[in-house]
């Protein structure tokens, strides 16, 4: 009792990282998406906010702008997202659902997902992952006929979603 193991002793000093205004935080590279050609996205930001290879995790924060949208893919990994500003949607598998601050959303491994943010305000979630992940996968022409079969997918992935809650 009251032993550290060696891999305790070389641990990072805890710190705090503080934010400043409009979801950004001191230090954090707020950084593009993706590259612009690796997929479709619009208007979207991340950061970085904490990865660790002591947990094997990483925490990060997108925003999407108004109008904006993440890009339609799938992969082996889950994730963990929460909302934490703003209003919008996502698809997560083969539902819509309408996201409002607070709500936690998670990603089923190979479950195809995309988040929209509503045409007046940004919506900003965090994001947890595996620090080591595979690469997304996009949907092919055959993905995107079987997604577009269903008329409320469809609507989602053209932008046509109602802005209502539910």
Request: with cysteine.
């Amino acid at each position: 009792m009251g032993e550290i193991m060696a891999e305790e002793k070389s641990a990072a000093p805890s710190e705090i990282l503080r934010t400043e205004e409009n979801f950004r935080w001191q230090g954090v590279k707020c950084l593009a998406y993706k590259d612009a050609d690796a997929a479709p996205f619009k208007k979207v930001s991340r950061q970085i906010l904490f990865s660790d290879p002591h947990l094997q995790g990483e925490l990060r924060y997108f925003e999407v702008a108004p109008g904006g949208y993440t890009t339609l893919e799938r992969h082996a990994h889950m994730h963990a997202v929460m909302v934490l500003r703003g209003e919008g949607h996502c698809l997560a598998g083969d539902r819509i659902h309408f996201l409002k601050p607070y709500d936690l959303v998670t990603i089923a491994p190979w479950s195809w997902h995309q988040f929209r943010a509503g045409p007046l305000q940004s919506l900003g979630f965090l994001c947890l992952v595996n620090a080591s992940r595979d690469r997304p996968q996009l949907p092919d022409a055959d993905d995107l006929t079987r997604l577009r079969a269903d008329p409320a997918i469809a609507a989602f992935l053209e932008g046509r979603i109602a802005q209502k809650k539910g």
